[in-house]
């Protein structure tokens, strides 16, 4: 067996510290794409699983994807918009903080009631 130095095993122990660092990120980051995902078909969108760190999600009513994008980013709030055939009609959310994801909520309610009446 071998003797670990000061230096061995303080990098040891932040190497731990990280670890459990990234776990809980990861964790956090699954938590809040479930509540999106949730909130997001409540809202009428279809949202498939995802088990990356965004949501596709795809628009088939009024108003349109890109309508819904401009307001957003009129809010301050970015999603990504692709003009493109098969996905004109989604788009790509990025999972954040809570305080995001509930700032993105607020805004999706507002935007969809606004132009639905």
Same mark, same amino acid.
């Given at each position: 067996?071998?003797?670990? =130095?000061a230096f061995s095993q303080a990098a040891g122990v932040a190497a731990m510290r990280a670890y459990e660092?990234? #776990? &809980?990120?990861?964790? @956090?980051?699954?938590? !809040?794409r479930e509540r999106l995902r949730d909130r997001l078909i409540e809202?009428?969108?279809n949202v498939p699983r995802s088990q990356a760190n965004f949501l596709l999600a795809q628009w088939a009513g009024t108003p349109q994807a890109s309508e819904i994008f401009s307001a957003l980013r009129? #809010?301050?709030i970015l999603v990504r918009y692709f003009a493109q055939p098969r996905l004109e009609n989604a788009l790509r959310i990025s999972i954040g903080s809570d305080s995001? !994801? &509930?700032a993105l909520i607020t805004a999706l309610q507002d935007i969809l009631?606004? @132009? =639905?009446q």
């Open positions: 067996s071998y003797n670990m =130095n660092y990234m #776990r &809980d990120s990861v964790e @956090k980051v699954r938590a !809040t809202m009428g969108f009129e #809010r301050g995001e !994801t &509930d009631e606004l @132009k =639905n």
